[in-house]
């Protein structure tokens, strides 16, 4: 539960808590294969990333999965290879442009011939950002929660009907915004059919600061990946942390069911706005 | 669908015919009875002990302090022994059936430093009653405490086979069992949500209570609906003498209470409430003026004698939380608890003694912001009505009967959502109301044969229905999730429709016998085998996937989907006491083994989740293991030390890869040392020592890598350990002013928490370093991370 996550910092300070860290050993599993692939509709040029799992405390990237022979296939019967960047092994690129109301699967060949492939993913609706705006006035630090600045937000609308799902990612100064506790995801159960007003994006931002946001509809399987994805990363070992658990994605082997296939295949819609953060009187 | 009401019918018809019958039991003996009471509270003095000497034989006072016995005409002389009290002897003449309520005294050990206690003082060794816990609240207000504040829940984690996930978690963990499993009844009402602070606190305020009882096995047949344990909580009576009155001030609470008759050794009340100040702590902190935490109690009971065969209660707990988040938002979240009791103690005759009680309790929290975008009111409760009838029949010396009903309605409102403000994003939202009514009828017998053996056999038969007025989902295939691989992102079956059911009609219902047999066999005075059997049903479950249960966890009844879940229980035991009874030993072993309990899907979304059964999965677990516990109960130096060699494990389709894994509360080695003693007649000193071992934790067995976030991938659940835990705590209480005449009598109490200050690990998680998110690194978080002193003082009049 987010709400409580936000809470048990409050509880922790007052609790004399204190966090260590410390030197273990853990264990270290297969090698698994992992996806990360975002298709958007604004894009004609797209990249899937291939790489494999890593011992938990080795340091650096983790090792890139080379050579493999990618493709993205439609239920139109259109097939799109994909080519390996030279520049950037481990990256497959693929040109084209997502249709509406078709269905794409990846289906991928590694080195040693295990086929892997993806459930079908599809454009879902999405509604525009209607505008961009900072919070009026500089805003202060709240001790350990947040550091003096400005506030950034949108106005959006969540169009009628049930089954919609969304996740925001946001960019300052091009670089994506990876705090655990900043990443949002939603279904559309609360707000459906609702304006949605000054929902906050970026906090703590400076006068130049260049602040982009973009509104993804995503598949209700996206949502549950993200949604589990982001709740491993902001578990932190607080009293309402859920049990960690490993992240099922939507890539399988369909010769070996068992085996376990991390990262998504992800395709979506995108409503981006962006605003450079100017100093207010 | 059957109605309800014939199935009640049934039951109040067998209930009434059993009644008839015990009436018709032909008796020769006359009969002594009467009830025991401390003679400066006029408290009943429940389980103190009676016995004739001529027979070598006796009974003990229930929870109204009342007792019967059964003897062939003749003198007597009865022996009164109870804990805490002096011992009286009395000679009682029986040529018919006689009353016989002594008053007794309590001992005051500073006058004598060796008090001679009754002869009798081995009842752990003869009682029927094994796998028994039962602790006074003198004895909890002698202890070391966190932040001075004595409390129920914390004691009871230093009795052998009570665990929790960790300091500062809500709930106990009896033997093996989930803190759902417990049914903690607080003057017979049960208590939903036992925690102020998310888990810091209980919401018993010791100076209300007098004693309480923690049944882990062996469980009377009285007791039902839950899997694992009982804990019955008494509230003070109220003193029906005098007036008194107690205020105390400890680091984060203040209590006052006030007790006196309102008709002299008739009717008597008590009143009683605590605040804590908490939130001032929070306001140390100069930027968080705006943020408040604290929690409040009151607790109330009065106390009718109306005659020497009625008796009328009345008594009444209301408490809350309340956090508030400032700045705009505006986050606000309250959460508590309410009781009432009324119970009507009657004798038919001074073998028939009976309880009908009538209980209300209640549980809810809301929560909710006046932010103008986004400003929601969030709010659930759970209501529960419980009329419960109780027979005590004290057939003969060799049998008493016990045999009742009890009914339970239960109104689960699980969650509803409204919107704040016309700008608000969200919309309403009520996740269904669930109604169900349980019902229960049992009866058990105590018997003796011979000089030797006791024997407790006893069955009940519970009946659970889920029913309307209520609106449920259909889903393909009938059943929420694919059974064969719950867990999988396909297992998640589609919702077909809905169907609607009126007041009272059944939707599911289950029920079935729960046999509870219990076994003494003395070997001689001083020691004793034990051995009982229990198997206990429960219908309703808090749904709750966290570390450690938050507030708005809500509970869910057995309905078409969600089973009950089943537990039964082996233990056997041995008990031996030592110089004169001054020692006690017991070692007793126990096997569990429960049966669809509930687990959740990965990711799962528990509140506000109108469809909230596709997230769960059943499973089944097992708990074993051995209990020691060496206790010195008289003299200057008092206490105990016990130890628990247990494993609890789960069994879950879906997760670990189907193999059993370490439930959370997982503590192979717990050792704890309780130790009080009377300096001189001024200083008191108590210490506790814990060790256990660390509980389990999952560790990562690789990580990668998407759009710069680095995960861990997560192995075997549990399948790793926390360092172990281990604390010496520490208080020094001094009494200035002794004189058992004064007026006023003050008491300083001093507590060091965590003496040396170590750093016990709550949790290890795993996640990239701040700094180099490149890097990733294991962080260990302690709750309470340093000593902990605290200063209080109380007053008495």
């Given at each position: 539960m987010k709400i409580l996550k936000h809470i048990w910092p409050l509880l922790f300070v007052v609790m004399i808590g204190c966090e260590d860290a410390i030197d273990l050993d853990v264990p270290t599993g297969d090698t698994r294969v992992v996806v990360d692939a975002l298709l958007l509709d604004v894009d004609s040029v797209h990249i899937v990333t291939l790489s494999l799992t890593s011992p938990?405390?080795?340091?650096?990237e983790t090792p890139r999965l080379t050579g493999a022979n990618v493709k993205v296939v439609s239920n139109t019967g259109d097939t799109v290879q994909f080519t390996e960047s030279t520049a950037i092994p481990g990256d497959y690129i693929g040109e084209f442009k997502l249709v509406d109301g078709v269905q794409y699967n990846l289906d991928f060949t590694v080195p040693n011939g295990t086929r892997y492939l993806s459930y079908a993913e599809q454009l879902n609706r999405v509604s525009p950002i209607d505008s961009i705006y900072q919070s009026e006035e500089v805003e202060p630090a709240q001790g350990d929660f947040r550091e003096e600045g400005y506030a950034v937000y949108i106005d959006t609308y969540e169009p009628e009907g049930q089954g919609d799902y969304y996740r925001w990612i946001t960019f300052i100064n091009g670089e994506?915004?990876?705090?655990?506790?900043n990443q949002f995801t939603t279904d559309?159960?609360?707000?459906?059919g609702n304006p949605i007003i000054k929902?906050?994006?970026?906090?703590?931002r400076v006068p130049g600061d260049f602040v982009e946001v973009w509104q993804m509809s995503i598949s209700e399987r996206a949502y549950n990946f993200w949604n589990l994805f982001f709740t491993q990363l902001t578990n932190?070992?607080?009293?309402?942390d859920t049990p960690p658990a490993p992240v099922e994605g939507n890539i399988y082997n369909p010769t070996n069911e068992n085996e376990q296939v991390l990262g998504f295949f992800g395709i979506s819609r995108v409503s981006k706005a962006s605003m450079v953060v100017v100093q207010l009187p | 669908m059957q109605p309800l009401a014939i199935m009640l019918r049934r039951y109040l018809l067998l209930f009434l015919l059993s009644f008839v019958g015990f009436q018709l039991l032909a008796q020769k003996n006359v009969t002594i009875s009467g009830y025991i009471k401390d003679?400066?509270?006029?408290e009943a003095a429940i389980g103190a002990t009676i016995y004739i000497q001529e027979l070598e034989t006796g009974g003990v006072t229930n929870i109204y302090g009342f007792y019967s016995l059964s003897v062939p005409p003749g003198d007597y002389t009865l022996v009164i022994s109870y804990v805490g009290f002096e011992t009286i002897t009395q000679s009682v003449s029986a040529n018919e059936d006689v009353t016989f309520s002594p008053e007794i005294r309590p001992s005051d050990i500073s006058l004598d430093a060796v008090v001679v206690e009754?002869?009798?003082?081995?009842q752990n060794v003869t009682s029927?009653?094994?796998s028994v816990e039962k602790m006074d609240v003198k004895t909890i207000q002698k202890m070391p405490a966190f932040l001075g504040e004595p409390d129920i829940l914390r004691s009871s984690l230093?009795?052998?086979?009570v665990t929790n996930?960790?300091?500062?978690?809500?709930g106990i963990n009896v033997?093996?069992?989930?803190?759902?499993q417990n049914l903690i009844l607080l003057d017979g009402a049960t208590i939903y949500s036992s925690s102020h602070l998310f888990g810091f606190f209980?919401?018993?305020?010791s100076d209300a209570i007098q004693d309480f009882k923690l049944y882990k096995?062996?469980?009377?047949?009285?007791?039902?609906?839950?899997?694992s344990s009982v804990m019955d909580i008494h509230q003070k009576e109220g003193n029906s003498k005098k007036f008194t009155g107690r205020a105390s001030v400890s680091s984060i609470a203040t209590k006052a209470t006030i007790e006196g008759p309102i008709i002299q050794d008739k009717w008597s009340f008590i009143a009683s409430g605590r605040v804590s100040y908490l939130g001032y702590l929070t306001r140390?902190?100069?930027?968080?003026?705006d943020n408040n935490i604290y929690f409040y109690d009151l607790n109330g009971k009065t106390n009718f004698i109306l005659s020497e065969k009625d008796r009328l209660f009345l008594s009444g707990y209301y408490g809350q939380d309340v956090l508030a988040i400032g700045g705009e938002s505006n986050f606000r979240f309250t959460w508590g608890n309410g009781t009432v009791t009324t119970r009507w103690n009657h004798l038919f005759s001074n073998k028939l003694f009976s309880n009908l009680a009538f209980m209300y309790s209640n549980y809810d929290y809301s929560l909710g912001t006046?932010?103008?975008?986004f400003g929601f009111d969030w709010r659930a409760r759970i209501i529960n009505y419980n009329l419960k009838y109780d027979f005590t029949y004290y057939?003969?010396?060799?049998n008493t009967l016990k045999y009742g009903v009890s009914a339970l309605y239960y109104d689960f409102r699980p969650g509803k959502v409204t919107s704040v403000?016309?700008?608000?994003a969200f919309n309403g939202l009520e996740v269904p109301v669930e109604k169900a009514t349980e019902a229960a009828v049992y009866i058990s017998n105590e018997q003796k044969i011979g000089t030797r053996l006791t024997l407790q056999y006893g069955l009940r038969y519970s009946h659970f229905f889920n029913h309307g007025e209520a609106t449920i989902n259909l889903y393909e295939n009938d059943t929420?999730?694919?059974?064969?691989?719950?867990?999988?992102?396909?297992?998640a079956n589609q919702i077909i429709g809905t169907q609607k059911y009126d007041?009272?009609?059944?939707?599911k219902d289950y029920g079935g016998l729960e046999p509870r047999i219990a076994a003494n066999f003395l070997l001689n005075e001083f020691s004793s085998v034990k051995a009982s059997y229990n198997r206990m049903r429960q219908?309703?479950?808090?749904?709750s996937n966290t570390t450690a249960s938050v507030p708005i966890d809500v509970w869910k009844p057995a309905g078409k989907y969600v089973q009950p879940s089943t537990a039964d229980q082996f233990a056997i035991g041995y008990f031996r006491n030592f110089r004169n009874n001054t020692f006690e030993f017991s070692a007793e072993i126990y096997y569990k083994q429960f049966e669809d309990l509930l687990d959740y899907v990965d990711?799962?979304?528990?509140?506000?989740?109108?469809?909230?059964?596709?997230?769960l999965i059943p499973g089944d677990g097992q708990a074993y293991g051995l209990e020691l516990m060496f206790k010195k109960k008289t003299g200057r130096t008092t206490g105990w030390i016990s130890y628990t060699l247990a494993r609890t494990e789960r069994t879950v389709k879906?997760?670990?890869?189907n193999e059993p894994y370490p439930s959370?509360?997982?503590?192979p080695h717990d050792v704890s040392l309780v130790v009080f003693h009377q300096?001189?007649?001024k200083w008191e000193i108590g210490a506790t020592f814990v060790y256990m071992t660390g509980r389990p934790v999952t560790y990562p067995d690789g990580r990668y890598q998407m759009e710069g976030f680095i995960l861990a991938n997560y192995?075997?659940?549990?399948g790793a350990r926390m360092p172990d835990f281990h604390r010496l705590d520490l208080a020094v209480n001094f009494?200035?002013?002794?004189?058992?005449?004064?007026?006023l009598k003050g008491k300083w109490n001093l507590s060091i928490y965590n003496v040396y200050a170590r750093r016990n690990a709550f949790s290890i998680s795993f996640r990239q370093?701040?700094?180099?998110?490149?890097q990733t690194q294991a962080y260990q978080i302690s709750l309470i991370g340093s000593i902990v002193p605290a200063i209080g003082y109380a007053v008495s009049f």
């Open positions: 938990y405390f080795e340091d650096g994506q915004d990876i705090n655990p506790f559309d159960r609360l707000v459906d929902m906050e994006h970026a906090r703590e932190f070992g607080g009293p309402f | 003679i400066e509270s006029g009754g002869e009798k003082q081995n029927i009653e094994m230093l009795l052998p086979g996930v960790g300091e500062g978690a809500a033997r093996g069992g989930n803190i759902d209980s919401i018993f305020n096995g062996g469980i009377p047949a009285e007791y039902g609906g839950r899997l140390f902190d100069p930027d968080s003026e006046n932010d103008p975008s057939a003969n010396s060799n403000g016309s700008e608000s929420p999730r694919n059974p064969e691989d719950p867990n999988s992102f396909n297992g007041q009272w009609d059944v939707i219908y309703i479950h808090l749904v990711g799962a979304e528990l509140v506000l989740n109108p469809n909230v059964e596709q997230e879906g997760i670990n890869n959370n509360y997982d503590k300096i001189r007649t192995g075997n659940r549990n009494t200035p002013n002794f004189n058992p005449d004064a007026k370093n701040e700094d180099n998110p490149t």
